[in-house]
């Protein structure tokens, strides 16, 4: 099973209103990401945060983690037509060889509309 | 500045035939090499990640290969492909001991 999992998969909203996406994981993490993903492109790394941070800014988003949890949160305030993209949270598990690889979640697939 | 191309950005092929596709970084020297495939409507699948040259790890066992024979180029291939093998296929990479991930534009593959 997938190591994160996005909730809700799919969510609509106006232009203006903040999206709330959340992101739920099983095993002990170093740190989570958030990717962006316009349709039929390449994912865009948008931010990370590490285990012993609780919440982390950038420009219109906010993003939170509670380990005890197994959760975070990515929230996009006064979102925009343009924010229509799909969201993946992203966590790095040891590999067999003992390096690291990302995981990542099947998204939330975000529509702001005009 | 860092950059990172796949080709061909769109591709189709019967089932049968063999399957090439190519991931090139610029301006970054040593970096961890990654493939990974999307298929429709779902989140990412890693095929194989590389930390050197002729390093690959597998994750899924396949009719999929994957080589490194330089640095900065990292290619995905098979012999023979099959109808599952369709997808979006995503080349990324980072820096050797970092978590963040830059990804390339992205392969559409359709098998018919």
């Known amino acids: 099973s997938q190591q994160g999992e996005e909730d809700p998969q799919a969510l609509s909203i106006q232009e203006g209103e903040n999206a709330t996406m959340n992101c739920s994981y099983k095993?002990?993490?170093?740190?989570l990401q958030w990717y962006r993903q316009n349709s039929g492109r390449g994912l865009v790394h948008l931010i990370l945060?590490?285990?012993?941070?609780r919440e982390k800014h950038s420009g219109r988003l906010r993003v939170t983690l509670d380990t005890s949890k197994k959760s975070s949160s990515l929230l996009i305030t006064a979102s925009r037509a343009a924010d229509t993209a799909s969201y993946f949270c992203a966590t790095a598990i040891l590999t067999q060889g003992g390096s690291e690889k990302l995981v990542f979640g099947k998204g939330t697939k975000l529509t702001v509309n005009p | 500045s860092q950059t990172i191309h796949q080709w061909p950005a769109t591709l189709v092929q019967p089932v049968g035939s063999p399957l090439s596709l190519e991931c090139t970084v610029e301006g970054t020297s040593n970096p961890n090499l990654y493939w990974y495939r999307q298929a429709a409507g779902r989140g990412l699948q890693l095929l194989f990640y590389s930390v050197g040259i002729g390093q690959i790890s597998s994750e899924v066992p396949q009719n999929l290969s994957a080589s490194r024979p330089q640095d900065r180029q990292f290619i995905l291939s098979s012999k023979k492909l099959l109808l599952s093998d369709s997808g979006f296929y995503l080349c990324?990479?980072?820096?050797?001991?970092?978590?963040?991930?830059?990804f390339g534009p992205g392969t559409r593959l359709t098998v018919t």
């Open positions: 990324a990479w980072s820096v050797q001991n970092s978590y963040e991930q830059y």
């Open positions: 945060i590490r285990s012993n941070e």
């Open positions: 095993t002990s993490i170093n740190n």
